[in-house]
Nanobody, 123 residues
């Protein structure tokens, strides 16, 4: 079974830091772009940061200079280092990856999502 598993969320005070991890597992042939999205209560899911297979990165304006996305292709893992966290960063963070993988009898390329990890920034 192909899946993305996130870890690293939690409660942190404003100005603090957290590091999220997301590992892909299963019968995976290739991984294209990977990224982090977040969804706060009552809001739409939004892109936080993304990284291509070649290492190019893209960030939401609201997190530029504070968050850093990185990728370990050998481990099929991405990370999100979040510094100087603000209350408005509070959300469920989801990992996303476009992967070519085998599920059951078929092989296909599609988006996969993790289960989400809660990040709460509060004093």
């Amino acid at each position: 079974q192909v899946q993305l598993v996130e870890s690293g969320g939690g409660l942190v005070q404003p100005g603090g830091s957290l590091r999220l991890s997301c590992a892909a597992s299963g019968m995976i042939f290739s991984i294209n772009a990977m990224g982090w999205y977040r969804q706060a209560p009552g809001k739409q899911r939004e892109l936080v940061a993304a990284v291509t297979s070649g290492g190019s990165t893209n960030y939401a304006d609201s997190v530029k200079g504070r968050f850093t996305i990185s990728r370990d292709n050998a481990k099929k893992t991405i990370y999100l280092q979040m510094n100087n966290l603000k209350p408005e960063d509070t959300a469920v963070y989801y990992c996303n990856a476009e992967m070519t993988a085998k599920n059951g009898w078929s092989t296909s390329t599609r988006d996969y999502w993790g289960q989400g990890t809660q990040v709460t920034v509060s004093s």
